[in-house]
């Protein structure tokens, strides 16, 4: 059992949440670099043309020569078992990228210092501060012309509701870094390009008593500024609290340059002190404790195999208490029977392999014959119980589907439901008429495409898409309410979801207000319920 709690709280399982090009992949190649499982020496230049077309860690992978295309990165750094999730950005950005973030139990959060607070940067935070996990700040880029220091904080603040603590400050931007002011030690780490080197090097680290050293390295006018921000920030920043912190309540900051391995170590070593080791779970019978329990896991990814001969599916599992050993049988809820998990994966920085144990933090994937939906528990036959759903996230994009052949109706409602019940789109009709207009919702807009794909090719039905104009949806969380006689605004649509449970759709994000203002009792939300 003790060997089980070492292995266990040696586990730290993340997700990095940032918009397209705010540094994710580089920072992820530097944690790997620290982690030894890759090996930067002749840092790789010119990526090829296709970048946005392949997910990010492929693209490592192409570059690289090593395999990494993966839901998961695992790697060992000084004692930690660190698992970093991937979630898919660019064209891949989908439900996908949401659900992953419920197998994290803490977030890293990218910002490009001259750009602050981006778009899926906020919709990503937002799926994470409604789970309450920890999630730590990186702000990145500061090897280039950055926004003022308070400003981006602020920005965090009011636009994300998120108290901030910075941990270290930076002394200037671009051309004009000199480095960061580690409030903890009161001292100045001197910036330094490591980018062709392997680790970060010697760095020079300056005590603020050594006033001297220091006016010689950053110069009087960095000196000076310095000591105007560090006062103001002593004043005004909030007080460093870890029980805030891992509350998600208060985000520690830290500003760096990925690109250069500046202040890359320095933010990993805190993050790993700082943050959780895996969560205990809700489930039907009360809370899981990780330590305490048996065997028992969630999928929270389904990837389907986009090559017509092989029609096999990977589920991916997080383990969430206990240790997983291949050999041992399992008991699927869902389907009510006990098995053993086929071919179970664990995709590592370097390799996949094959495994024979995992513990509570642990990703693992395996083949999926497929019997396993999104949200099922996996547990063991003497201790049964069911893990939380995962939410139905909010789809952003609408369209209307047909078959192009009306005598294909069947073979087309047989594709489009297995297609949702993947998890893969959302599929929802008129709220009053019957099964003739299917409307597609949808995280992501390549998911129109791989629809369309797929219904053509496993499915054998040509589809026509006229998209909508719809960009928000509300999940009608009152029970006592009755849907038709609900008043909208007028470019407000009633649907229902494939269980029957009624929804809205509007064009407007203000007619969301406006029609909770004209219907008394009305509550609606973001997320749907399983
Ligand atoms: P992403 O995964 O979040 O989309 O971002 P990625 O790491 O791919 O970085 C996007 C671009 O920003 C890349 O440049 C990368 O080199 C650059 N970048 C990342 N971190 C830093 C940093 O700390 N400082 C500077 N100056 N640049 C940074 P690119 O031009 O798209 O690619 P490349 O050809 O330079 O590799």
């Not at 912190?245 to 208060?250: C, D, N, R, S």
Request: aromatic share 10%; hydrophobic share 40%.
């Amino acid at each position: 059992m003790s060997d089980l709690r070492t292995e266990v709280n040696r586990r730290r399982t993340f997700a990095i949440i940032s918009h397209p090009d705010a540094g994710k992949t580089t920072l992820t190649e530097k944690f790997l670099l620290y982690g030894g499982a890759i090996n930067l020496a002749g840092s790789v230049k010119g990526k090829a043309t296709a970048r946005h077309a392949v997910s990010d860690w492929m693209e490592i992978e192409k570059e690289r020569g090593i395999s990494v295309t993966s839901s998961v990165l695992q790697f060992e750094y000084d004692g930690f078992c660190i698992n970093i999730l991937d979630t898919p950005g660019h064209q891949d950005f989908s439900e996908d990228t949401y659900r992953t973030l419920m197998a994290a139990d803490s977030a890293v959060m990218v910002i490009d210092a001259s750009k602050g607070v981006e778009a899926q940067t906020r919709k990503l935070f937002k799926v994470c501060s409604m789970r309450g996990i920890p999630i730590f700040t990186f702000i990145n880029k500061l090897d280039r012309d950055a926004n003022d220091t308070f400003e981006l904080l602020d920005e965090v603040e009011k636009e994300l509701g998120i108290a901030t603590c910075p941990i270290n400050w930076p002394i200037g931007s671009g051309k004009g870094f000199k480095g960061v002011y580690d409030r903890d030690n009161q001292e100045v780490v001197i910036f330094s390009d490591t980018e062709k080197g392997t680790k970060e090097g010697h760095v020079e680290r300056i005590s603020t008593s050594d006033e001297e050293r220091l006016l010689a390295v950053i110069g009087e006018e960095a000196y000076g500024k310095l000591m105007d921000e560090i006062e103001l920030l002593d004043g005004a920043s909030a007080e460093f609290d870890l029980s805030e912190v891992q509350a998600g309540k208060l985000t520690p900051v830290f500003f760096g340059s990925a690109l250069t391995n500046f202040g890359v170590e320095i933010f990993l070593r805190n993050f790993l002190m700082m943050t959780t080791t895996p969560l205990a779970r809700k489930a039907d019978i009360g809370v899981i404790d990780p330590c305490e329990n048996d065997f028992s896991a969630f999928v929270f990814k389904i990837q389907a195999n986009m090559n017509k001969a092989h029609r096999d599916r990977i589920a991916f599992m997080r383990i969430c208490s206990g240790k997983f050993e291949a050999e041992r049988e399992v008991f699927h809820m869902q389907g009510n029977k006990a098995m053993r998990l086929s071919q179970p994966q664990q995709i590592m920085a370097s390799e996949r392999k094959i495994l024979d144990e995992a513990y509570a933090g642990d990703i693992i994937g395996v083949f999926d014959p497929g019997i396993f939906s999104i949200g099922d528990t996996i547990c063991t036959s003497k201790n049964k119980f069911l893990y939380d759903g995962i939410p139905t996230f909010a789809p952003e994009h609408f369209a209307r589907v047909r078959q192009v052949d009306t005598m294909k109706r069947k073979q087309f409602m047989k594709g489009v439901t297995q297609i949702a019940q993947e998890g893969a789109i959302q599929i929802f009709q008129e709220f009053n008429t019957g099964m003739e207009e299917i409307i597609v919702g949808v995280v992501g807009v390549l998911q129109f495409e791989v629809l369309k794909y797929r219904l053509e090719n496993e499915y054998n039905v040509e589809i026509r898409l006229e998209p909508l104009p719809y960009e928000h949806i509300r999940w009608i969380e009152s029970k006592d309410i009755d849907v038709a006689k609900i008043v909208g605004t007028s470019d407000m649509k009633k649907v229902k979801d494939m269980r029957g449970n009624p929804l809205l759709l509007f064009i407007n994000s203000w007619s969301v207000g406006m029609t909770l203002d004209r219907n008394e009792g009305l509550v609606l939300s973001e997320f749907g319920r399983e």
